[in-house]
């Protein structure tokens, strides 16, 4: 009896394991069939819309076409812009031009690549901590990475500087271009191939919608906005508020007196940082002016005897207003402004000037 009943048993389990395993390889065959090409498709999908190019994203999106706005695009052309941004000069077509400026190239003031890890990361702290582990220079000109796709350039103070030069640079950036080669540059203006060179250049490093790091879900938001015909001012939003459209800039004067502390516990391991990074960038070897500066007690000392006042010898002063070029010495000092260095970060640089002189 117990023997029939346990072999019974077994066979009816069995045949239950194996209906079982027929019915849930079958689900189971149905499931990851479906699963693996709907994942498929999403990934080709996202992969594909990650590659686009953030401006037409937009555009599709209901955004504006800038005004630089490219459709057609020559490699060769971006190359020679590559040239003039960081040599001053470059040949195109059998054209040879000059150089742009004999004292500067935009690479002094302008680095070419991202200056933070997150991109709408404004923390001039941070952004100086980026530039020393990657050993880029702390310049006090915004990056040139994603400018093609800023709308206003010269923001907020720089009227200060240039006056009514910059009403036409604000929002056109051949304008903005144009302006720094002669101005900040102290150099000349680009004939239109050069010009246009730049462009092409700041074109062939554009923002994808891959550099937003944008999660799966917003992602998914894109593509469905897309696919349901676009203008979606909402999702456009979103996409904006992943990358800087413009630089403040904020210019604070010099502090007064009063307020300065003079290396008073200041950091002095992060002053040494601007100080190696920013100020040596230029000043070593008096590379782009007359004034040289290095890690000897010589720089310290000249620098903290000239700490107070409001000339342009005066750390608190020349950083914050910079100098101008006059006839006979086109080579001046550019400012950093608020959002470049902060006041806290400008007393660290003091305390290192301090430590640097043995004072
Ligand atoms: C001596 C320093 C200096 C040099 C050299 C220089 N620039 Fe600039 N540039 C600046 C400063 C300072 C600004 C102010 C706005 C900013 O970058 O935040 C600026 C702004 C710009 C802007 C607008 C950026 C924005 O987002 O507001 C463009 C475009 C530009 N420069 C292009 C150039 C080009 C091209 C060259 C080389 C031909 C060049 N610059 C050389 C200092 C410089
Ligand atoms: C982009 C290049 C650049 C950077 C960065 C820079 N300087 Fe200068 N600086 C200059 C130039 C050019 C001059 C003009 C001096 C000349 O006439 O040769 C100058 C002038 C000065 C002067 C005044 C010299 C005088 O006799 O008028 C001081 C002081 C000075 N810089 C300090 C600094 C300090 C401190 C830093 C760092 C926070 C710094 N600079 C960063 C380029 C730079």
């Keep these: ?5 346990l072999i019974l048993t077994t066979m ?3 045949n239950n394991i194996l209906f079982l395993l027929i019915v849930s390889s079958a689900i189971g065959y149905g499931f990851i069939y479906s699963s693996s090409s709907e994942i498929e498709k999403i990934e080709a999908l996202s992969s594909e819309i990650k590659s686009q190019n953030l401006v037409d994203v937009e555009i599709a999106l ?5 005004n630089h706005h490219m459709k057609e695009f020559d490699p060769e052309l971006a190359e020679a812009g590559e040239l003039l941004i960081k040599e001053g000069k470059a040949s195109y077509n059998g054209k040879n031009g000059s150089l742009i400026s004999s004292y500067f190239n935009c690479t002094d003031c302008h680095n070419l690549v991202k200056e933070t890890e997150s991109l709408t990361d404004l923390d001039p702290q941070n952004r100086l901590d980026y530039l020393v582990k990657k050993g880029l220079p702390y310049t006090p000109g915004s990056t040139f990475y994603g400018i093609y796709n800023r709308d206003k350039y010269y923001n907020d103070d720089y009227d200060k500087k240039y006056g009514d030069l910059v009403v036409d640079a604000r929002d056109t950036l051949e304008n903005a271009i144009q302006l720094c080669a002669e101005y900040c540059a102290s150099g000349r203006p680009l004939v239109d191939w050069e010009l246009n060179a730049i462009m092409h250049y700041y074109k062939s490093q554009e ?4 550099d937003l790091n944008l999660s799966d879900s917003e992602l998914n938001k894109i593509q469905s906005s897309i696919k349901n015909g676009g203008q979606d001012k909402e999702t ?11 630089y403040g800039a904020t210019f604070t004067g010099s502090k007064a007196e009063s307020e300065r502390k003079y290396g008073e516990g200041g950091d002095v391991e992060n002053g040494r940082k601007i100080y190696e990074s920013g100020c040596m960038f230029c000043h ?5 002016t007359f004034l040289n500066l290095d890690d000897d007690v010589l720089s310290g000392q000249y620098l903290w005897k000239h700490r107070k006042g409001y000339d342009d010898l005066s750390i608190y002063q020349v950083v914050r207003w910079g100098t101008y070029p006059i006839v006979g010495r086109q080579q001046y000092m550019p400012l950093y402004t608020k959002e470049k260095m902060s006041s806290q970060q400008l007393e660290d640089l003091m305390s290192y000037i301090k430590e640097l002189a043995k004072k």
């Design 1 to 5: 009896m117990t023997i029939t009943y």
């Design 207 to 210: 923002l994808k919608l891959k």
């Design 62 to 66: 209901g955004g504006e076409k800038p």
């Design 236 to 246: 456009l939003k979103l996409l904006q508020s992943k990358y800087v459209q413009a």
């Design 12 to 14: 009816k389990f069995k």
């Design 284 to 288: 070593k070897n008096s590379r782009v």
